[in-house]
């Protein structure tokens, strides 16, 4: 059964709970250097849950601190305020993950997790902020994670998928009108996110697309999207079985960190904080 964009965008928006209004304004204030820490530690803290999904994410294996952090604002002193909101984001992601999901769901979560750790590590010689290539990493499939909440046809889709080989952006155009690039770019829209997620979110799967200020950023996710597949985490199966010198062509800044040898050593680190990070916020509990 097939569905047009508007019908889609309705069902989207209607059916995928929204980031909750703290995220949003911390993504917002963490881009001002002026914003005094302790602002932006009551901010989080009008949201207890939230609050306690950050405490949990600052003390996992993404960040090797030998004293636990205990405090909002003691999270936001040792890690920065743009860190933050993108921990914040990480567990505002995690509230589009259902207690007893299926494995396309949890597989497009592990990959835009393992994404933006990649995103992360990669950001430097780009030359571009580690936290907002994290976040980017992070949100870039998150339409792909919503239309897989939404439509069961598209779980279907993805099973023949693994056995054809089917370009998935065609499949997802016949599906619901729009791809999960398209779709994610409108829901985060609608939920007032930064215009360079939405870019990235849209323009991940064709970085030529992107607009000149945003090429860089979107040219890392790409690549880590497909470093994240290389290493087995695929939003969707089959993970495509790319070259690492194919990708690093695409990425020569950071060539020096994606040779062969490299990649083994990239793999092993991010594998393991993914591991660490799910401990932290619960999967593998009664998933």
Same mark, same amino acid.
């Given at each position: 059964?097939?569905?047009?964009?508007?019908?889609? &965008?309705?069902? +989207?928006?209607?059916?995928? !709970?929204?980031? !909750? $209004?703290?995220?949003?304004?911390?993504?917002?204030?963490?881009?001002? $250097?002026?914003? $005094?820490?302790?602002? %932006?530690?009551? %901010?989080?803290?009008?949201?207890?849950?939230?609050?306690?999904?950050?405490?949990?994410?600052?003390?996992?294996?993404?960040?090797?601190?030998?004293?636990?952090?205990?405090?909002? /604002?003691?999270?936001?002193?040792? %890690?920065?305020?743009?860190?933050?909101?993108?921990?914040?984001?990480?567990?505002?992601?995690?509230? +589009?993950?259902?207690? &007893?999901?299926? !494995? @396309?769901?949890?597989?497009?979560?592990?990959?835009?997790?393992?994404?933006?750790?990649?995103?992360?590590?990669?950001? !430097?010689?780009?030359?571009?902020?580690?936290?907002?290539?994290?976040?980017?990493?992070?949100?870039? #499939?998150?339409?792909?994670?919503?239309?897989?909440?939404? @439509?069961?046809?598209?779980?279907?889709?993805?099973?023949?998928?693994?056995?054809?080989?089917?370009?998935?952006?065609?499949?997802?155009?016949? +599906?619901?009108?729009? #791809?999960?690039?398209?779709? *994610?770019?409108?829901? /985060?829209?609608?939920?007032?996110? $930064?215009?360079?997620?939405?870019?990235?979110?849209?323009?991940?799967?064709?970085?030529?697309?992107?607009?000149?200020?945003?090429?860089? %950023?979107? &040219?890392?996710?790409?690549?880590?999207?497909?470093?994240?597949? /290389?290493?087995?985490?695929?939003?969707?199966?089959?993970? &495509?079985?790319?070259?690492?010198?194919?990708?690093?062509?695409?990425?020569?800044?950071?060539?020096?960190?994606?040779?062969?040898? *490299?990649?083994?050593?990239?793999?092993?680190?991010?594998?393991?904080?993914?591991?660490?990070?799910? /401990?932290?916020?619960?999967?593998?509990?009664?998933?």
């Amino acid at each position: 059964m097939t569905a047009t964009a508007n019908t889609t &965008r309705a069902r +989207l928006k209607a059916d995928v !709970r929204p980031f !909750r $209004p703290v995220a949003v304004q911390l993504l917002k204030m963490a881009g001002d $250097p002026s914003a $005094p820490f302790g602002k %932006l530690a009551a %901010l989080v803290q009008t949201d207890p849950v939230l609050a306690m999904e950050l405490l949990k994410m600052a003390n996992s294996p993404l960040f090797r601190r030998r004293v636990e952090i205990e405090s909002v /604002l003691q999270a936001i002193v040792f %890690l920065g305020s743009d860190m933050v909101s993108s921990l914040v984001l990480t567990a505002c992601l995690k509230a +589009l993950v259902p207690t &007893r999901s299926n !494995r @396309f769901i949890l597989a497009c979560w592990r990959h835009g997790l393992a994404t933006a750790l990649i995103c992360q590590r990669l950001a !430097r010689p780009m030359h571009l902020h580690e936290s907002n290539a994290y976040t980017a990493g992070l949100i870039h #499939d998150i339409g792909q994670l919503a239309l897989l909440n939404v @439509f069961p046809s598209y779980e279907e889709a993805l099973i023949a998928g693994e056995e054809m080989g089917v370009d998935i952006l065609a499949v997802e155009k016949d +599906l619901f009108g729009l #791809d999960h690039g398209e779709a *994610g770019r409108w829901l /985060l829209a609608e939920w007032g996110c $930064p215009l360079v997620l939405q870019e990235v979110a849209g323009k991940h799967e064709n970085p030529p697309l992107a607009e000149p200020r945003d090429t860089g %950023l979107i &040219r890392l996710v790409h690549a880590g999207s497909e470093l994240a597949n /290389l290493m087995g985490m695929s939003a969707a199966a089959p993970a &495509r079985h790319g070259d690492i010198a194919q990708i690093a062509a695409t990425l020569p800044e950071a060539s020096g960190e994606l040779t062969a040898e *490299g990649f083994g050593y990239l793999s092993e680190s991010i594998i393991t904080k993914v591991n660490g990070v799910e /401990l932290s916020l619960g999967f593998g509990m009664g998933q």
